[in-house]
C-alpha cells in the first residue's frame, strides 16, 4: 500500500525532486532574510529623527516624488525610541552575534542527520523570535531588542551549512551553479520582499509592528510545506522517480559511502584553497552588509526620501541582483560544460566581477552627491553586479568537499558573518551627522576591502576537489574518479 502511494505521488510530481528541494531552499533563504532585513526598514520608523548642526556637506532635500508624505501618525510616533546612530548600529549588528554561533554546529548536525531538521527548526525559531519582536521592544526598548537579535541570529546561524550540505546530496557539478544561484539567490528575494513589504505595510498602517507579525507568519508557513516536502537525500526520499534517483546516483556518487568516519580537520585548516574562500566571503559580506543594513538609512537620512519611496528604492537593486544572478550562475555553468575555462578559473572571474565592480560603483554613487537618479542607478549596478558572487566564490565549497559541505560552509559563511557585526556598527560611528562626507569614508572602506580579498582568493583559489574530501583515496584518484562520474552523468542526460 505504502509503495502504491509513492509511486502515484512520484507521477503527480512532474518537477524533479532536486529542484522541489532547490525551490524550498530558494524560499527558506527567502524567508531568513525577510525576518533578518524587515528591521533595517521598521528602524527608521523606531527612531525619533534628529536635526543636525555640524559642519560639513549635509543631506540633500527632500525629493519631489509622486508620494512624498511620510508616516508620522500618532501610533507610530508613541512607539519611537531616542536611538542615537551608534545605538542603532549595535542593533543592526547584533543578530550577527549569535549568527556566527550556530554555523559550525548547524554543519556538523547537517552531516550527520542531514540537513533537513536542522535547516528547518533554524528558521522556525527565528519566524517565533520576529513575531515577539513589538512585544519584546515594548518591554525592553533596545536592550530587549538587541538580546532577541542575538537569539534571531541563533536560529538562522544553520541555514546556509544546512542547505550547503543538502545541495552536496542534491546538486549535480552540471548542475550546481543554477541551483546554487537560484538557491542563495533567495538572499535576494528576501531582501526585497523585506524592503518593499516593510515600506508599504509601514505606510499604510502607519505602524511598524505588523511588519515583524507578516514576515513571522510567512516563516511558520514556509516549515509547515517544509517539514512535508523535502528529505535529507535522494535515498530517504518517499516518492522520488527511479530514474531521478539513478541519475543522482551516478553524477554523485553515493554520499554516504564515500565519506571518512572522522572530519579531518588539520587537513581542512591548512587548506589554502579553502582560506582564501574564507577571504572572499569576508569581502562580499562587508560590502553586501554594508548595503543591505544601511541603504534604507543612507536613502532616509542623506537623500530625505519617505517610507514608502525608500521601501521600493532600497527593492529594487536586490531584484536586479536576483536576476543578475540567475544568468551569471547560466553563464557559469555554460562556461563550465563547454570547457572555455576551467571550473577554478570561472570561479575567480565570476567572484572579480562581483567584488570590483559594486565596489567602485559604491563609491561613484555616493560621489554623485544628491542626482538621485544616478545614485540609484549606481546602486542597483553595485548590487547587480555583485550577483555574480554566487556561481563564484558562492559554490565553491561544494566544489572544494562535497563530504564535508556543511562543515565548509559554517566555517567559511561563520567567519564571514563577523563583518556583519562590523560593518553595520562601523557605519553607525563613521556617519553620525549622515553628511555626504561621512558616507564617502564608508564606501572607500568598502572599495579597499573589496580588492583586497579578491586579490588573495584570485592568487590561491581553487574549484578542484581537496584530496582531504576523500581520506580513503589518493588525492588524484579522488580527483579522477569526481571528473568519471560527472561525465557519465552527462552522457545520461
Request: glycine share 10%; hydrophobic share 45%.
Amino acid at each position: 500500500m505504502l509503495k502504491g502511494w509513492q509511486l502515484i505521488l512520484s507521477k503527480l510530481f512532474i518537477i524533479p525532486q532536486r529542484w522541489v528541494m532547490a525551490v524550498m531552499g530558494f524560499l527558506a533563504v527567502a524567508n531568513a532574510y525577510t525576518m533578518r532585513v524587515c528591521l533595517n526598514i521598521a528602524i527608521t520608523q523606531m527612531v525619533r529623527h534628529r536635526s543636525h548642526t555640524s559642519g560639513g556637506q549635509g543631506g540633500c532635500p527632500v525629493p519631489n516624488l509622486n508620494d512624498t508624505h511620510s508616516v508620522t501618525s500618532d501610533a507610530i510616533t508613541e512607539l519611537q525610541y531616542d536611538w542615537d546612530e551608534p545605538t542603532q548600529g549595535l542593533i543592526l549588528s547584533s543578530f550577527y552575534y549569535g549568527y556566527i554561533v550556530t554555523h559550525l554546529p548547524g554543519g556538523l548536525l547537517a552531516e550527520r542527520f542531514g540537513g533537513k531538521y536542522s535547516l528547518g527548526f533554524g528558521v522556525l525559531s527565528t519566524a517565533v523570535f520576529t513575531l515577539l519582536t513589538p512585544w519584546t521592544v515594548k518591554i525592553g526598548e533596545a536592550k530587549g531588542l538587541i538580546v532577541l537579535r542575538v537569539l534571531e541570529g541563533l536560529g538562522e546561524g544553520t541555514t546556509f551549512p544546512a542547505l550547503n550540505a543538502m545541495l552536496a546530496r542534491w546538486a549535480p557539478i552540471s548542475e550546481r551553479g543554477r541551483m546554487g544561484s537560484l538557491v542563495f539567490g533567495g538572499a535576494q528575494i528576501g531582501n526585497i520582499a523585506g524592503t518593499y513589504l516593510s515600506g508599504l505595510v509601514m505606510k499604510n498602517t502607519g505602524d511598524w509592528q505588523p511588519v515583524f507579525y507578516l514576515f513571522g507568519a510567512l516563516g511558520l508557513l514556509w516549515f509547515i510545506l517544509w517539514a512535508l516536502l523535502c528529505y535529507n537525500d535522494p535515498e530517504s526520499h518517499p516518492f522520488i522517480s527511479d530514474k531521478e534517483k539513478k541519475y543522482l546516483e551516478e553524477a554523485l556518487g553515493t554520499h554516504r559511502s564515500s565519506q571518512p568516519s572522522a572530519i579531518p580537520w588539520k587537513a581542512i585548516f591548512m587548506s589554502v584553497p579553502l582560506w582564501a574562500l574564507v577571504c572572499a566571503q569576508i569581502g562580499h559580506d562587508y560590502g553586501y552588509f554594508t548595503m543591505v543594513t544601511d541603504l534604507p538609512k543612507y536613502m532616509t537620512g542623506v537623500l530625505k526620501f519617505d517610507i514608502h519611496s525608500t521601501g521600493y528604492l532600497s527593492a529594487l537593486p536586490y531584484a536586479v541582483m536576483w536576476v543578475c544572478s540567475i544568468f551569471f550562475g547560466y553563464v557559469c555553468d555554460k562556461i563550465v560544460k563547454k570547457n572555455w575555462m576551467t571550473v577554478t578559473n570561472a570561479r575567480k572571474t565570476f567572484t572579480t566581477v562581483a567584488s570590483v565592480g559594486p565596489g567602485i560603483c559604491m563609491v561613484l554613487a555616493s560621489y554623485s552627491g544628491c542626482d538621485t537618479t544616478t545614485v540609484i542607478i549606481l546602486f542597483t549596478a553595485s548590487m547587480g553586479l555583485m550577483g555574480a558572487f554566487y556561481p563564484g566564490m558562492k559554490v565553491n565549497a561544494l566544489d572544494l568537499s562535497n563530504n564535508y559541505a556543511g562543515t565548509i560552509m559554517a566555517i567559511v559563511n561563520g567567519i564571514g558573518a563577523v563583518a556583519g557585526i562590523i560593518a553595520p556598527y562601523l557605519v553607525g560611528l563613521l556617519t553620525t551627522n549622515n553628511t555626504l562626507e561621512q558616507w564617502h569614508i564608508v564606501f572607500w572602506i568598502a572599495l579597499v576591502v573589496f580588492i583586497v580579498t579578491n586579490l588573495v582568493f584570485v592568487a590561491w583559489a581553487s574549484g578542484d576537489e581537496q584530496w582531504w574530501n576523500s581520506t580513503s583515496q589518493d588525492p588524484k584518484k579522488a580527483q579522477e574518479a569526481n571528473v568519471n562520474r560527472s561525465i557519465n552523468a552527462e552522457i545520461k542526460l
